[in-house]
Each structure stands twice: as structure tokens, then as C-alpha cells.
């Protein structure tokens, strides 16, 4: 009795001893995931600090791909076929947004998100072995400014490493238990993303060369693994070829100089693996940037943990793609982007390798098991030492200087009609806030022209000569070749306000069309303002856009601000105002304005109520009426659009084309039916072609230019102007920028 009664006691006390153990397991375990879950929620807040502003480069491919859905193709300028973007996923991505007039950028960032959160989740799942590893490895890539800035700035950047780590996780889970088709895939998305993709691919294709074979025979499940990637590299090529004439992305022009041969490709390669490591390297000054002045404190860890045999195959598949990236950066050399940007793609495998380095304390016996979680804890205060104020800095400058990007652009496009050329180094957000402007590109990434201007200045400045754009933004530091006459007398227009300057645009005399006004008034103190083609009726749930000339026949003294125009109606209420004393007021500081014109565009808030108002012109406390305009219902608009369309037809072809023009844009402005805009857009493409002399072809080439830039002018105005380009006015559009391309290689071919 007594026997069996011990027997008990000693079973319940080990089943109680059993129970505690899990439940000392499961309050483990759960404290592992909160401290998990913590240090990602604080890698979320991190990216959230930088998720109100959109680096400027962004914007080129939100160009590219809002003209895409605009009907224009995937180009940059209408008409000019050239591949100025090295993210094809993200710009393909970005079409559906822009097909609903959405800002991409949104869509962009939270395709990044997702990705930062897939890529902690499989961090901590897949590539560390114990909670000290795992965290340290979270908590690296949480505070890390590089990757905070790159996984929220709406550049491809983020999206990009998290399908790599997704691809890299795929293939190594593959490689144990069969399959290729999901890395396949991947690993085809990653080629798309950007060019150096397919490094990656060939590194993880010599990783599957050396550990697969340790781990299971070759299938038919991996050709999927080995053919696509390539596949996928290969399209992209032949369709660049085939769509833009270049297989590279025209960064490669702009920014890489090709060598004259294979063995000085290997030169430059070694040259630029060697700048790296010196003092002012990118890739030491980008580490350092985020690992802090002495990052060998940190990397120590990593290295150590390249000597576990066990988990090999993962830490070498680190590795490989450390040095790829390491590779790339060596070709690439800089980026003028601050942040670190190249070493975004290092960052994961870099932490992974850290944390397992530290991690492996945790595993050892003795007195070095229990410094683990103290070394983890200093390994995070010295991350968070160096990335706090460094991201607060990134955060002021990199916000300024999209805000003031993007104001730029809105400045030029009320400067001047749509059609007329800016020449900028800066094309992301001007040129996408300014939509109906040519940007050229003095930089020469979406301008195969003026690639490396540094090295042909006298083709450049030739180049500048023939193309005469209406706007020139010069370079504050370096000499621009586009500044090829002599503009002393030529400024238009030079504001401040704030942080944005425009006193370095040149706006010139070409910019102003030479269409007549529709109606003018003048000021005692010598300012004229004229109306150009101002519309007669616009729908009740439209703003009205009036574009006003104002000239100065001589210098004036600048007056007071409070320049407005007002729409009144018949009672002299005032129903809606625009205001345009951004120009008057931010002028130089000069208190004289100089002789000349700049044009300006004054948007007016929809009218609540249809009727007949009047447009005022308020300036020197004198009112004086512009002219009039008769807001009609939705309903009564589209009726009237198709009348105005019947008329059109009733009068056919052999009615002069300036009369079908004036009633068809009047229609069009009225109407949204598609109809009335294929009408439009047909007799803009005849209206524009009339401005071609019939000896075109014999006439010089400089003369043949001009008129083909007065084509333009009048085909991309009216391209902006309509909801959906038809193919009419898109195939007119091809065929000017086809023209005039060949004409201007010819000319600068002369140049030898």
C-alpha cells in the first residue's frame, strides 16, 4: 500500500513538473512573439516617419506610367520612344492607379509595406534558429534609416528587397524538399523589379549548384528555377528593343560608360571594387551610415556566424548575396540619392547574419550563454545610437526637397501652354506635376541626347540650339549647355517663395504662342492682360481654366498684391475667385518689373448654380471685365456638345478646318462623350498639320524643326485636353517625334 502510494506521489509530481514546463514553454514562447511583434510594430512606426514624402525619381516612372493610361504609350514625352525608367515592374504596377487618376505613389508604398512586413515575417520564421537571433535580426532592420527611407520613399527600392529575401527564402526551402517553380517566378519578378535582378539569380543558381546536390538529386520541378529568371531577362530585352530601340534602360547611357572591351570592363570593375573601400567609398560611407563610425563592432558578429556548420547553406546564401550587391555597387560606384540606398538590398541578409552571430551565444555552454541577451541589448542601443538622428536628418531634407520639386513643376506649367519645353536636371516631380510640358532632360535619362553632356558639350550645345526649349532651368553649380544665346534680356519671370527658388528659369519669348486674344484689358500703370480662347460655356461640375497673358510694354514699378480674378454673376455677386499673386508677389527683389510677357493659368472653383456670369480682372484697386461665360446643367451640356458635333458633320470636310476646329473645342469642353472627344482630337490632328508647308521635305532642316515644334505644340495641347488619347492623335503624335528625332540625329551627326 504504502508502495503504490509513493508510486503516485512520484507520477503526479512528475506530471506536474511536465505541465509547468509547458506552461514555462508557452509563457516563453508568447514572450517571444510580443518582443517580436514589438520590434516590428517599431520598424512599422520607423517607415510611417518617412512615409510623407516621394523621392523624385520616383516620379519619372509615375510619368511613364500615367501617359500609359492617358493613351500616349509607355513613354515619357509624347512621341519620343525612349526607356528612361530601370524599375519595369514598378512602372507596369503603376498604370492601374494612374488609369483611375490616382497618384501611384500610395499604391507604390503600400506594395512596400506589405512587402517589410512579409520580409520581418519570414526573417524570423525561415532564417533565424532561436528568439535572441531573431530579434536582433528584426531589430536591425527596424531601426536601419536606409531601410526605413527606401521601404517608404515610393521609389521600387522596397518592394524590390522583399521579393529578393522572398525568392532567396523560396529556393532554399526548395532545395530540401523539391519544386522551382515558385522561385522561378520570384526570381523572374526580382530581374523585372531592376537590371541587376539577374545577378541574384546567377548567385542563387551557383548556391543551388554547390547545396543541392548535398541535399537531394536533380528533378524536372527545377527547370522552373533555372529557365525562368532567364526567360523573363530575355523578353524584357527583346521588347526594349523592339519598343524603344535600346535593350538598357537609358541610365545606363546616362550614368555607366561603356569600355571599349572586355578587359576594360574588368579594369573598371577592379577600380571601382577599390574606390569602395577607401575613406570616401559609397559603400563604406553608406555601412557606416547606418552601423555607425566603427561598424566592424557589428559586422564581427556576422563573420563569426559564417563558421556554424550547421545552418552553412543559409548563412552562404547570405553571403552571396552581400557580394552580388557588392558587385553591382562597384559598376555603379555613386548615387546621388541620400540614405544609402545600394545597400538597401544588403540590409537583410546583413541582419540575418548579425543576428545569428550573436544569437550563437545562446547555444553555447558556460559562462558565454548568459552575455547573449546583454550583447543583443548594446548591439541595439549602438543601431539606435546611430540611426536616430541621421533619420530625423534624411527626413528634413528629403521632404523639402520633394515639396519644392513638385512646386517647380506646378509653377511651369501656369508659366506657359501645354506643349512648350522645359530643359531641367531635375525631371521626376517637374516633370510630373507639370504633365503637358517636353521635359529635356539634361542628365540624359529619358533624353538619349544628352547623355553625359560632361563629354560632348559641343553636341550637347547644338543639341540645346535645335530643340530651343521655352523654359530652361539652369544647374546652380554646374555649366548648363542649354544657356547657348545670350538670355540677359530674355527673363520672363523669376520668383521666390520659401525654400523654392526659381531664379535660376529662363523663360523665354518663344514660349508665348502667337494666337490672337479673344480679350484684353489694360491697366493705367502699363500691365495688359489678354484672354487666349477663353470658352463660352462649361459645365456646371467643371472648374473653369482660363489661360491670361499679361505683357508689360514697358518697366513698371511692382505695386501692392491683390491681383484676382472673380466670376460674378448677373447680380455682380461674386460666385467663385482665382487668385494669381503667387507670381505678383514672389517677384525679385526688385521692386521694378522688367518688360516682357508671361502667361498664367487661374483655375476657378466649379459654380454651385448654372446661368451667365461675367470674368473680372481686379488689380490697382481697378475692376475691369474680361469677358463672359454661361455655366449650363450636366445634362444640358452633353446636348449641347452633340449639337455643336451635328453641325460639325452637317457642315463636312470642305468647311475651312479653324471653324470645325473653334466648334469642336468648344463641344469637347462642354460634352464627355467619346464621340465628341474622337471628333476633337481628328480635327485637331488636320488643324495642326495645315502649320506643315507642303515643300516640308525641301525646305533646311533647322526650318523643317520649327515647324514641326509648332505641330507638336498644337497636337499635345489638344493630347492634355481630352480624357483618353485616340489613335489619330497618338499616331500624329509618333510621327512628329519620329521626324523630328531623325532630322536632329542627322543634323548632330554633321558634329562628327
Given amino acids: 500500500m504504502t508502495g503504490q502510494s509513493d508510486s503516485a506521489i512520484f507520477a503526479r509530481s512528475m506530471t506536474s513538473a511536465a505541465i509547468s514546463r509547458d506552461r514555462e514553454r508557452d509563457r516563453t514562447r508568447w514572450g517571444q512573439q510580443l518582443l517580436l511583434g514589438a520590434l516590428a510594430l517599431i520598424g512599422l512606426a520607423h517607415c510611417a516617419y518617412h512615409l510623407g514624402y516621394t523621392v523624385d525619381d520616383a516620379y519619372i516612372s509615375f510619368r511613364y506610367a500615367r501617359n500609359a493610361a492617358h493613351g500616349l504609350g509607355l513613354v515619357y514625352n509624347a512621341g519620343e520612344y525612349v526607356k528612361g525608367y530601370s524599375n519595369t515592374l514598378v512602372t507596369l504596377l503603376c498604370v492601374a492607379p494612374a488609369s483611375f487618376g490616382a497618384d501611384p505613389s500610395g499604391f507604390v508604398k503600400a506594395l512596400s509595406l506589405a512587402g517589410y512586413l512579409a520580409m520581418l515575417w519570414l526573417i524570423a520564421r525561415r532564417w533565424t534558429r532561436n528568439a535572441l537571433s531573431g530579434s536582433v535580426a528584426i ?47 520570384l526570381f523572374g519578378l526580382v530581374s523585372l523589379s531592376r537590371p541587376e535582378g539577374v545577378l541574384f539569380w546567377i548567385a542563387a543558381l551557383a548556391h543551388d549548384l554547390v547545396f543541392r546536390r548535398r541535399l537531394r538529386p536533380f528533378s524536372r520541378s527545377d527547370l522552373a528555377f533555372y529557365l525562368l529568371p532567364p526567360l523573363c531577362c530575355a523578353t524584357e530585352l527583346i521588347v526594349s528593343q523592339l519598343y524603344y530601340g535600346t535593350p538598357l534602360p537609358q541610365t545606363y547611357y546616362a550614368k555607366i560608360a561603356p569600355a571599349l572591351s572586355f578587359a576594360g570592363r574588368l579594369a573598371s570593375l577592379w577600380a ?183 563629354t560632348r558639350a559641343l553636341v550637347c550645345a547644338r543639341y540645346a540650339e535645335l530643340v530651343r526649349p521655352e523654359l530652361i532651368r539652369r544647374h546652380p553649380k554646374a555649366k548648363d549647355a542649354f544657356m547657348t544665346r545670350n538670355i540677359k534680356h530674355e527673363y520672363l519671370v523669376l520668383a521666390k517663395r520659401g525654400s523654392l527658388r526659381i531664379a535660376k528659369t529662363a523663360v523665354l519669348r518663344d514660349a508665348v504662342p502667337p494666337t490672337a486674344a479673344s480679350a484684353a484689358v489694360e491697366f493705367p500703370s502699363g500691365l495688359k492682360v489678354e484672354g487666349y480662347e477663353s470658352p463660352s460655356h462649361v459645365r456646371r461640375d467643371r472648374g473653369l481654366e482660363l489661360e491670361l497673358y499679361w505683357s508689360r510694354r514697358r518697366t513698371v514699378k511692382r ?60 488689380h490697382e484697386g481697378i475692376e475691369a471685365r474680361l469677358g463672359s461665360v454661361v455655366v449650363v446643367e450636366p445634362e444640358a451640356a452633353d446636348t449641347m456638345a452633340r449639337e455643336l458635333l451635328r453641325r460639325v458633320v452637317a457642315q463636312g470636310r470642305g468647311s475651312p478646318i479653324e471653324q470645325r476646329f473653334a466648334l469642336l473645342r468648344q463641344a469637347n469642353a462642354l460634352g464627355a462623350d467619346r464621340l465628341v472627344h474622337g471628333a476633337y482630337q481628328r480635327a485637331a490632328v488636320a488643324r495642326a498639320r495645315l502649320l506643315l508647308p507642303a515643300d516640308l521635305a525641301r525646305r533646311p532642316p533647322e526650318a523643317q524643326l520649327g515647324a514641326l515644334k509648332a505641330e507638336r505644340r498644337v497636337l499635345l495641347r489638344a493630347a492634355w485636353e481630352v480624357p483618353f488619347v485616340g489613335r489619330s492623335l497618338r499616331q500624329a503624335l509618333d510621327q512628329n517625334g519620329a521626324r523630328r528625332a531623325a532630322l536632329i540625329d542627322r543634323l548632330l551627326a554633321q558634329l562628327g
Fill in 139 to 185: 531589430a536591425c532592420l527596424a531601426i536601419s534609416t536606409p531601410v526605413a527611407v527606401w521601404f517608404s520613399a515610393g521609389l521600387e527600392t522596397g518592394l524590390y528587397t522583399a521579393l529578393l529575401v522572398l525568392a532567396v527564402t523560396r529556393r532554399l526551402l526548395e532545395q530540401q524538399h523539391g519544386g522551382g517553380a515558385a522561385s522561378g517566378v
Fill in 559 to 618: 505695386e501692392a498684391c491683390g491681383r484676382r480674378v472673380e466670376l460674378r454673376d448677373a447680380a455682380g455677386r461674386v460666385r467663385s475667385t482665382g487668385t494669381d499673386d503667387w507670381l505678383w508677389c514672389y517677384a525679385p527683389d526688385s521692386r521694378q518689373w522688367k518688360a516682357g510677357v508671361f502667361a498664367d493659368r487661374v483655375v476657378l472653383d466649379r459654380v454651385a448654380s448654372s446661368g451667365q456670369f461675367s470674368i473680372w480682372v481686379v
Fill in 272 to 454: 571601382g571594387a577599390l574606390a569602395q573601400l577607401g575613406q570616401d567609398g559609397y559603400l563604406r560611407r553608406a555601412v557606416s551610415f547606418t552601423l555607425g563610425s566603427q561598424p566592424m563592432i557589428l559586422l564581427a558578429p556576422a563573420l563569426l556566424a559564417l563558421f556554424h556548420r550547421q545552418a552553412l547553406p543559409h548563412h552562404a546564401a547570405c553571403l552571396l548575396m552581400l557580394l552580388t550587391q557588392v558587385v553591382f555597387i562597384s559598376v555603379a560606384q555613386e548615387d546621388w540619392m541620400p540614405a544609402g540606398r545600394f545597400i538597401v538590398p544588403m540590409m537583410p541578409f546583413l541582419a540575418i547574419l548579425i543576428g545569428e552571430g550573436i544569437g550563437a551565444l545562446d547555444r553555447v555552454a558556460g559562462p558565454l550563454r548568459r552575455a547573449g541577451w546583454p550583447l543583443a541589448a548594446a548591439a541595439i542601443a549602438l543601431l539606435a545610437y546611430a540611426n536616430i538622428g541621421s533619420s530625423r536628418t534624411v527626413h528634413g531634407a528629403m521632404r523639402l526637397n520633394a515639396a519644392a520639386k513638385l512646386e517647380d513643376g506646378r509653377v511651369y506649367a501656369r508659366l506657359v501652354e501645354a506643349g512648350a519645353a522645359l530643359s531641367s536636371f531635375d525631371i521626376g516631380g517637374q516633370g510630373y506635376a507639370a504633365a503637358g510640358l517636353d521635359l529635356v532632360d539634361t542628365y540624359g535619362l529619358t533624353d538619349r541626347h544628352t547623355a553625359r553632356c560632361w
